[in-house]
DNA sequence: CTCTCCATGGCACCGAGTGCCAACGCAAAC
DNA sequence: GTTTGCGTTGGCACTCGGTGCCATGGAGAG
């Protein structure tokens, strides 16, 4: 679900000379990582509303008042795995190199998102409490808002026409994250460990509903 | 937003004679409206953060408690629009006469619901203060993942196919939602008034961005 | 050794949300 | 008219989430 091994805090590089994250850094990600550990262990254990924050920050060796220094809520905890899934994104958009269509783009980011965010452990964690939790659930989608802005500026960069309220953006936006949806939910359920495989029978079927009715000699499906 | 003029409460047919919802039941149906207006209001005014549930109450003439009576929380207000959105979206799916191929069913439900919500001045209402308050805008995604599945059961209800795991109807849900999101945006941000024209137009913007790469003879973009 | 910076912890405070109980209104029954 | 019963309401107390403020303590620079 996010690029790094472990959760990413705010700015890392402060001095241009120390591209190795201050030991500073270093010790506030290990704090950080205990205490994503401790919530999401007792989300499990105990569920989502049933966990307290001082229950996290008891299990996590921190005090009530340092668990908000990390995280600005409980929610924000469940909620840390989308952003960072959204600067994935944002990357790997415009990681792409021009010569590529925007549907192209769109296949692509979605197939290397799902296979990356399939690779780390804490994905499953995480659609494991959001699975059972819809408190849990719900303080996800509630972010899910910026991560479609952003993904959608994303693909807006690639489309420097001086076209302002062109839709495609947010339309591609909007696939992108349904798509993952409904991949990262398949790829859940079933225990398939092939998440590509999964992807491309998405976007087969995606190309089925929306294609087949646009050939005007095949009227009915 | 919401089928009817007034904000959906519970259950309203008790005894199958008095189809006429019960004095007792517009009653509460006058003291919830009058809630949601006030609510509303002071979020038009102070913003959502800003506005606490005792002013709300004190506006509306209740008690706090009665207040948390009728909504079971701040943001269940704003989610509340949202959530009868889904039961209008499933009706108008259930609706819709076997003899439409799915592809249909999805193009009509979405033109049928963007119209009927269009129409509905607290639609209006409720996407200002969504736009200006990224807190409400969170409280009503919250609740979208029910709605998505309740679409995606209403498509799979017509897919009387014996096959499981179809991923069809939960991607058709995802497309249904998003669709009408980027509709409803980009109605609102343009003060265009005919949103089926904005529809027809995601329509045909889908269409070239799914359908275009199929064409093995047209390579590139 | 001292001064400073920063992370931490403790405390007080406010708002959200809930359980509980008493009071009120209302309608049917006597 | 009085009584009985039911549902709605309001007030109270309590827990938990979240924030501002200040004191402490440790590590590094002078």
Redesign the interface.
């Known amino acids: 679900m996010n690029s790094s091994p472990s959760i990413n805090a705010g700015a890392v590089a402060e001095h241009p000379a120390a591209m190795v994250p201050t030991l500073q850094a270093r010790k506030q990600q290990l704090v950080r990582d205990a205490i994503w550990d401790a919530a999401t262990g007792l989300f499990a254990e105990k569920g989502f509303d049933e966990t307290t924050v001082d229950d996290i920050a008891q299990r996590a060796g921190v005090s009530r008042r340092s668990f908000f220094r990390y995280f600005s809520s409980k929610s924000d905890l469940m909620a840390q795995g989308i952003v960072n899934y959204g600067t994935d994104l944002t990357g790997a958009i415009d990681a792409f190199p021009r010569t590529h269509?925007?549907?192209?783009v769109?296949r692509g980011t979605v197939l290397q998102i799902a296979q990356q965010s399939a690779a780390h452990p804490r994905t499953r964690k995480i659609m494991e409490i959001a699975a059972k939790y819809?408190a849990a659930?719900?303080?996800q989608?509630?972010?899910?808002?910026?991560v479609q802005d952003q993904v959608a500026e994303a693909f807006a960069r690639r489309l420097r026409k001086g076209s302002e309220?062109d839709?495609?953006p947010?339309?591609?936006a909007?696939?992108t994250?349904?798509?993952l949806?409904?991949t990262f939910?398949?790829w859940f359920?079933?225990g398939q460990p092939d998440i590509s495989a999964i992807a491309d029978?998405?976007f087969a079927?995606?190309?089925r509903?929306?294609?087949?009715?646009?050939q005007p000699d095949k009227q009915?499906?």
Chains 1, 2 share one sequence.
């Open positions: 269509s925007l549907s192209e769109f819809p659930r719900a303080a989608l509630s972010r899910m808002a910026e309220d839709l495609t947010s339309i591609l909007g696939l994250i349904s798509v949806a409904v939910r398949s359920d079933q029978q998405i079927t995606l190309g509903l929306i294609c087949d009715e646009r009915r499906s």
